[in-house]
């Protein structure tokens, strides 16, 4: 099955900080892609919808200045957090659809979240 | 998208069938039901996804409603890895890639 890979798993940073994560569609084009955040035992939230080539959309209440997502080629898309501060602190997952065309057969798969820590 | 609506926890003997419901009454005629769990601190993992015909694939099985306002999710023969939370979503389709709206789920725990 088609397979998206996060990078890093886990980071540890300092207050003020940034933070880059990874997010690959290893088997796939995907056009759009997708980041959430997690906080223990809470439903996943979504943060904003990555667009290659084009600008990111937001959810409401998402900082785009804190949150710079960057989905530069089909298979690539950046999240990074900028000036970190421990309320940042969060599991963050990507998605990307497998978009085979029809509504019969795509799926969104997930990466495997990263977990990031900011002291 | 339609919200759902799953029980907040269920318990499942390990080799038993797992029975999980979902209600989802405002669902429209192009939203499809997808299934979703997952595993303590990982990404979530797609089961399966339906419109209105019942489907089976290698993980589970899903029965929609004639009506198509509520699924069951049935893993046959639940094991002890099947632990987890399991999230029922309704998702519209568009013709491009649309987001999943996740809801609180309901946490499957399976026990010996």
């Known amino acids: 099955g088609a397979v998206v890979s996060q990078h890093p798993s886990r980071v540890i940073c300092k207050s003020g900080t940034s933070v880059k994560i990874e997010c690959r569609s290893l088997d796939f084009q995907a056009t759009t892609m997708f980041w959430y955040r997690q906080f223990p035992k809470k439903s996943l939230m979504l943060m904003a919808t990555?667009?290659?080539?084009?600008?990111?959309?937001?959810e409401q209440g998402v900082e785009k200045d804190k949150f710079l997502i960057n989905h530069a080629s089909l298979t690539l898309s950046t999240l990074t957090v900028t000036s970190a501060h421990p309320e940042d602190s969060s599991f963050y997952i990507c998605?990307?659809?497998?978009?085979?065309?029809?509504?019969?057969?795509?799926?969104?798969?997930f990466g495997s979240g990263t977990q990031l820590s900011v002291l | 998208d339609a919200k759902t609506t799953q029980p907040t926890s269920m318990d499942c003997a390990e080799g038993r069938a797992a029975n999980l419901p979902c209600n989802h009454s405002t669902i429209s005629g192009n939203e499809y039901v997808y299934w979703y769990r997952q595993i303590h601190s990982q990404g979530p993992q797609y089961i399966i996804h339906?419109?209105?015909n019942n489907e089976t694939n290698e993980m589970a099985s899903l029965i929609i409603t004639e009506d198509r306002k509520s699924s069951t999710l049935i893993l046959p023969h639940a094991t002890l890895r099947d632990t987890a939370v399991y999230y029922c979503?309704?998702?519209?389709?568009?013709?491009?890639?649309?987001?999943?709206?996740f809801g609180t789920g309901t946490r499957l725990q399976v026990t010996l």
């Open positions: 979503i309704v998702r519209g389709w568009f013709g491009t890639a649309s987001k999943l709206t």
């Open positions: 339906g419109l209105k």
């Open positions: 998605s990307a659809g497998d978009q085979t065309g029809t509504p019969t057969n795509e799926k969104l798969f």
């Open positions: 990555s667009n290659e080539g084009s600008k990111a959309t937001y």
